[in-house]
């Protein structure tokens, strides 16, 4: 299989990457943390689907070395992102594949942090509805722990699954990502279903905040947006509108720039 050469020359050559996208604060716009978001920069062909590049991963296994490659990476650049602003109030989101939660995980990312002098409250975890309903209890013993190490744990993707409300009071949830699909049909549709997508996120967020989780919407795109979902009293937004994701060197100049 093609992409799976690809993977595998991928990680013997150093070809993946943590590109970042801000997550602003929607009451002023300001950034409060980056998503790492994988790439794979193959040399000739570019950048590949990383959709795409995770399935096979996770269908051959070797989800779990790309992950951990994507972790070393996102805390490195979250230690460079440090010193530029010169204050530690920005967290670090990272992706975390059902394969991921190992025995081994707590103590490899305490390893990273230490190296990098990062504290684990910077960092959050984030998850899908998958890696709780593989209800394994290995895999919740290693939430625990990492929930229990400081990190704070985000549920992805929030809405779109078969039981996103169960799992609220079972697992330490601190964040709560509305998906995209709602942001989008805020303002797209007819009347109808913008009306009921104002209160189905309304729903949410009081819900959430309910749980003491804080809200991100994902996917904003237009300043319509934008305004609607911070009148809707969601805490944090990222989508292209603020920034898409991008290499640690393009963060790196965009926020020179700004300061
Ligand atoms: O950034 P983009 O939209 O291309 O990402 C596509 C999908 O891949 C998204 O669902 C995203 O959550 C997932 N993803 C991105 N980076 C990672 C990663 O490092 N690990 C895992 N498990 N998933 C990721
Ligand atoms: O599943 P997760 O929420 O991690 O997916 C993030 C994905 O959404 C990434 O592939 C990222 O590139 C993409 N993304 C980020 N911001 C936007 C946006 O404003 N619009 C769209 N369509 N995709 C976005
Ligand atoms: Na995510």
Redesign the pocket.
């Known amino acids: 299989h093609e992409m799976e050469q690809n993977i595998e020359a991928g990680l013997k050559e150093d070809w993946f990457e943590a590109y970042l996208?801000p997550i602003v604060s929607l009451a002023d716009g300001r950034i409060a943390g980056f998503?790492a978001?994988m790439r794979l920069n193959h040399p000739e062909k570019g950048i590949l689907p990383?959709?795409k590049i995770i399935g096979i991963a996770e269908e051959t296994g070797t989800i779990a070395r790309i992950g951990e490659r994507v972790l070393e990476k996102a805390i490195g650049h979250l230690a460079r992102l440090t010193r530029l602003e010169g204050t530690e109030t920005t967290y670090l989101a990272v992706?975390f594949s059902p394969l991921q939660f190992e025995e081994t995980l707590p103590h490899k990312l305490a390893a990273l942090l230490l190296k990098h002098h990062i504290s684990p409250a910077r960092i959050v975890i984030?998850i899908?509805e998958a890696v709780l309903m593989l209800d394994n209890p290995d895999v919740h013993a290693v939430l625990k722990q990492l929930s229990e190490f400081g990190c704070r744990i985000a549920l992805?993707?929030f809405g779109t699954g078969y039981s996103s409300l169960s799992y609220l009071n079972r697992f330490p949830v601190d964040i709560v990502?509305v998906?995209?699909s709602f942001t989008r049909s805020l303002t797209t549709g007819t009347a109808d279903i913008r009306r009921k997508s104002r209160m189905l996120i309304k729903g949410i967020r009081t819900i959430s905040h309910q749980m003491g989780c804080t809200v991100v919407a994902?996917?904003?795109?237009t300043k319509e947006q934008w305004e609607l979902l911070r009148k809707l009293g969601l805490d944090f937004g990222?989508?292209?509108?603020f920034s898409?994701?991008m290499p640690i060197e393009n963060m790196l100049l965009m926020l020179e720039m700004e300061s």
Do not use: H, M, S, V
Not at 218 to 221: D, F, L, N, Q, R
Not at 238 to 241: I, R
């Open positions: 996208q998503e978001l990383p959709a992706n984030e899908t992805d993707d990502k998906d995209q994902e996917g904003i795109e990222q989508g292209y509108l898409r994701p």
